[in-house]
Every structure is written in structure tokens, then in C-alpha cells.
């Protein structure tokens, strides 16, 4: 017998079962990551990726639950509706308003958080070496992934993070919920910040469309470090663009996607995986 629509698993199978949601979906690398994380601990698992629309996460997360799963990790452009379905969320996804991973509690409850942003800070920190501590970070976006890496770029201690989204208001509303003491600011779409950051993190879709944001060179200092969440088996527009312009690092978000899967795959598994090897088996695309 097969599950619900959109969730494929016969439920006469025993093995736990997981799926990552989104659209588009189809090119994720989540399940490839989840088995490769199970294999280093010999646990057996079902992992799929199932495409659902904006609008359409409470019906797949009720099919899903019909098909007795476990965990679903989510994407582009469901992590707002996935925080306000959860009735539980974890401190960090709670700050952030918007989730990533999914799961039921003992008694059914739809539990969240958000690994979106200790992704980010470990592969900066522990794979990159770079401090993030009295940084100055100039964060592009406010959408899902903007919002779950905030609380923990502000974690970690930096000297100011500055939110600049196309959409003003909703850069000034992530600043907002953030705590009253925490050094963010907003800035323009468009506007350089008044000095050259030490980080940028573009969390914003242009990558997707093969687009920069409207930044001059002269927001580039020779100290400077890009990283864009986007990643691909060619340099994202915005990690090219600040290789040419004299950035000192310019890192895509591979890394990320692979350390955030990993904080999944604690909350779901209490195991810790290794990541660098995951990294470079789809570094070498593997
Ligand atoms: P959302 O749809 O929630 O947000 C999109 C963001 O991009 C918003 O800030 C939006 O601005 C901005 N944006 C979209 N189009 C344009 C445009 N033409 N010009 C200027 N700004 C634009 O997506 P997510 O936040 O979930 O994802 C953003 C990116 O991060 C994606 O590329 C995704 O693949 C990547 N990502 C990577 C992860 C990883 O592990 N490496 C994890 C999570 C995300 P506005 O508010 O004005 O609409």
C-alpha cells in the first residue's frame, strides 16, 4: 500500500522516513546528505524529496503524518508557512519566524526549528576559520533563509549586522524582532553601507536568476568576505563577482547546506555526523 498523494513510502515499511518539501524541489541534494550522514552510523532511512507549492504545506505536512513520517526538512518558499503550522518552536526558530525542520513530538504535536543559521556560523567558523566576533556583516535579504540565519549571526557576537531587502518594511520587521540590545540596522536596497563590511552574506533568491544585487565594487575591501547561500557546480554571479572585484574570500553555501543538515540530523537521530567529507564527496560532485 502506498502512502498519501506526494508521499511515495509503503507504509508497511518499517524504516524511518523523512522528506525535504519545497518548489522547485526536484534538484535538492538533501536526500543524497541525509543517507550519506545515516551510512556513517549504519542506520537505515527513507529520505525524499516531494515538491509542494507555497500555499500547499498543511496538506503535505497531513500526508506526511498519514504516512507515518518522521522528519521533513523544509525549503524555497515554505519556511514562514512551516513556522506558523508548527505548534512548537525551538528558541532559535521562535526569534527567527520562519522554519526549516519539522517533526512530530511523542503526542503529535508538529515541533520546529530553524538550522539554517548555525549552518551558516559553522561552516563560516569551524570549515572557513573566519571570526565572526566584532564583525561588521551586511546581510542582503529577508526572506526564510534571512530570517534563520539572523539570530545566530547576532550569537555570535558581531560588532553590527546591517538587513538591506528590496523590501524595506520587511528588512525593518526582522530587525525588530530581534532583541531590543542587538546591534541591527536596516539599510536601503541599493545603498552602499557607509564602510566596506568584513562580511557579506547574500540570503537573497538573485543568485537563482543568475542576478547580482545593486552593489558598487567600493562596498569591497581587501579584507572583505562574500558568501552567497546559493551554491551550483559553477561559481554563483555573486561569488564571481567578488572574486573579480578584490574580495578576500568568496564562498558558496554548500557548506551550509551541508552543516544545517547536520544539526537536522542531530535533533531527529541525537548524532552527530561528519560534515567534511559530505562536503567534498558534492564538492566533487559525487
Ligand atoms: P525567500 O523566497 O523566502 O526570500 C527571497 C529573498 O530574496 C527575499 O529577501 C526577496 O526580497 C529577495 N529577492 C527575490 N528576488 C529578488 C530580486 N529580483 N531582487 C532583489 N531581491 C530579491 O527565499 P529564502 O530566503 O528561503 O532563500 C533565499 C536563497 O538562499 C535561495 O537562493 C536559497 O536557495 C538559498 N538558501 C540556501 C541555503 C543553504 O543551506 N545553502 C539555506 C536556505 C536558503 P523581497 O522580500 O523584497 O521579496
Given at each position: 500500500?502506498?502512502?498519501?498523494?506526494?508521499?511515495?513510502?509503503?507504509?508497511a515499511?518499517n524504516?524511518?522516513?523523512?522528506?525535504v518539501?519545497?518548489?522547485?524541489?526536484?534538484?535538492?541534494?538533501?536526500?543524497?546528505i541525509h543517507?550519506?550522514?545515516?551510512?556513517q552510523f549504519?542506520?537505515?532511512l527513507?529520505?525524499?524529496?516531494?515538491?509542494?507549492?507555497?500555499g500547499g504545506?498543511?496538506?503535505a505536512?497531513?500526508?506526511?503524518?498519514e504516512?507515518?513520517?518522521?522528519?521533513?526538512?523544509?525549503?524555497?518558499?515554505l519556511?514562514?508557512?512551516?513556522w506558523?503550522?508548527a505548534?512548537?518552536?525551538?528558541?532559535?526558530?521562535?526569534?527567527?519566524?520562519?522554519?526549516?525542520?519539522?517533526?512530530?513530538?511523542?503526542?503529535?504535536?508538529?515541533?520546529?526549528?530553524?538550522?539554517?543559521?548555525?549552518g551558516?556560523?559553522?561552516?563560516?567558523?569551524?570549515?572557513?576559520?573566519?571570526?565572526?566576533?566584532?564583525?561588521?556583516?551586511?546581510?542582503?535579504?529577508?526572506?526564510?533563509?534571512?530570517?534563520?540565519?539572523?539570530?545566530?549571526?547576532?550569537?555570535?557576537?558581531?560588532?553590527?549586522?546591517?538587513?538591506?531587502n528590496?523590501t524595506?518594511p520587511?528588512?525593518?520587521q526582522?530587525?525588530?524582532?530581534?532583541?531590543?540590545?542587538?546591534p541591527?540596522?536596516?539599510?536601503?536596497?541599493?545603498k552602499?553601507p557607509?564602510?566596506?563590511?568584513d562580511?557579506?552574506v547574500?540570503?537573497?533568491?538573485?543568485?537563482?536568476?543568475?542576478?547580482?544585487?545593486?552593489?558598487?565594487s567600493?562596498v569591497l575591501?581587501?579584507?572583505?568576505v562574500c558568501?552567497d547561500?546559493?551554491y551550483?557546480?559553477r561559481?554563483?554571479?555573486?561569488?564571481?563577482w567578488?572574486?573579480?572585484?578584490?574580495a578576500?574570500l568568496?564562498?558558496?553555501?554548500?557548506?551550509?547546506?551541508?552543516?544545517?543538515a547536520?544539526?537536522?540530523?542531530?535533533i531527529w537521530?541525537?548524532?552527530r555526523?561528519?560534515?567534511?567529507?559530505?562536503?567534498?564527496?558534492?564538492?566533487?560532485?559525487?
Amino acid at each position: 500500500m502506498t502512502g498519501s498523494p506526494g508521499f511515495s513510502r509503503d507504509v508497511a515499511d518499517n524504516k524511518p522516513y523523512f522528506c525535504v518539501v519545497g518548489s522547485p524541489i526536484r534538484h535538492s541534494k538533501s536526500p543524497v546528505i541525509h543517507q550519506a550522514f545515516a551510512a556513517q552510523f549504519g542506520i537505515g532511512l527513507i529520505y525524499e524529496r516531494v515538491e509542494v507549492r507555497a500555499g500547499g504545506l498543511a496538506a503535505a505536512i497531513a500526508a506526511f503524518r498519514e504516512a507515518r513520517g518522521s522528519g521533513m526538512n523544509v525549503t524555497v518558499p515554505l519556511k514562514e508557512e512551516a513556522w506558523r503550522l508548527a505548534a512548537e518552536h525551538a528558541p532559535r526558530a521562535a526569534l527567527a519566524g520562519a522554519a526549516n525542520t519539522l517533526w512530530f513530538g511523542r503526542d503529535g504535536t508538529l515541533m520546529a526549528d530553524n538550522t539554517d543559521g548555525v549552518g551558516l556560523v559553522r561552516d563560516l567558523q569551524s570549515n572557513h576559520g573566519i571570526d565572526l566576533r566584532d564583525r561588521r556583516i551586511l546581510l542582503l535579504g529577508a526572506g526564510g533563509a534571512a530570517r534563520g540565519v539572523l539570530p545566530a549571526l547576532l550569537e555570535a557576537r558581531p560588532a553590527l549586522v546591517t538587513v538591506s531587502n528590496r523590501t524595506l518594511p520587511r528588512a525593518q520587521q526582522l530587525a525588530a524582532m530581534m532583541p531590543a540590545e542587538a546591534p541591527v540596522e536596516t539599510l536601503p536596497w541599493g545603498k552602499d553601507p557607509a564602510e566596506p563590511p568584513d562580511i557579506i552574506v547574500n540570503a537573497t533568491a538573485l543568485s537563482l536568476n543568475e542576478e547580482l544585487p545593486p552593489l558598487s565594487s567600493r562596498v569591497l575591501a581587501p579584507y572583505t568576505v562574500c558568501y552567497d547561500m546559493m551554491y551550483g557546480t559553477r561559481a554563483t554571479v555573486f561569488v564571481a563577482w567578488a572574486r573579480s572585484h578584490g574580495a578576500r574570500l568568496a564562498l558558496d553555501g554548500l557548506g551550509m547546506l551541508v552543516e544545517q543538515a547536520a544539526e537536522a540530523f542531530w535533533i531527529w537521530h541525537a548524532r552527530r555526523p561528519q560534515t567534511g567529507a559530505v562536503i567534498a564527496q558534492l564538492r566533487s560532485g559525487v
